[in-house]
């Protein structure tokens, strides 16, 4: 493979994965999935090699424990202060279909409004509503934190791989 080839591949791969780990910042896009399907790419043109196979098999798991950690955190705090579960599985849909809607914010403010209105109208008590949305929001802070965590330790690992493998 021509040296440019293999370059531009290696600049393109980097880029995709800061694309992915910075579109972490907005909620439901899947940042980590990108950064793993880069590295999956990487993988597949310039071969996997030993160091490659291992370091590929953290990255998955990294991307799999990331794409558990948004909805497992934003719901087990809900849930912790009480929220009802299918107040919390209603708002989590909701925070999907208005990411899709009306990218990025949709999501934002359709999962924490679905979420109080629900619990209102369960509850009857809107400052105890309020105190289930912060709980919600809360997760979704804890949730960044960790995913984007996770896409640094995914990024170092790719390069390892690409640089010492």
């Known amino acids: 493979m021509p040296i440019w080839l293999e370059t531009t591949i290696i600049i393109l791969t980097i880029l995709t994965m800061l694309i992915g780990l910075f579109g972490l910042i907005i909620p439901i896009f899947p940042g980590n999935v990108v950064m793993w399907l ?5 993988g597949l043109i310039f071969g996997f090699g030993r ?3 291992v370091m590929f098999a953290f990255i998955t798991v990294l991307m799999l424990i990331a794409a558990a950690a948004d ?3 934003m719901g087990a705090k ?4 009480g929220a009802d579960w299918g107040s919390i599985i209603l708002a989590l849909l909701a925070g999907v279909i208005g990411t899709i809607v009306l990218p990025p914010i949709g999501g934002l403010i359709a999962a924490p409004l679905v979420l109080y209105l629900m619990e209102l109208n369960r509850l009857g008590d809107a400052d105890e509503a309020k105190a289930l949305v912060k709980a919600l929001l809360t997760g979704w802070g804890l949730a960044f934190i960790v995913r ?3 896409g640094v330790i ?5 390069g390892i791989w690409a640089f010492f493998g």
Request: proline residues 0%.
């Open 38 to 42: 880069a590295a999956l790419v990487y």
């Open 51 to 53: 160091l490659g196979g």
């Open 154 to 158: 995914m990024l170092a690992l790719w």
């Open 71 to 73: 909805n497992f955190l």
């Open 148 to 150: 984007f965590g996770l």
């Open 78 to 81: 809900a849930r912790e202060k």
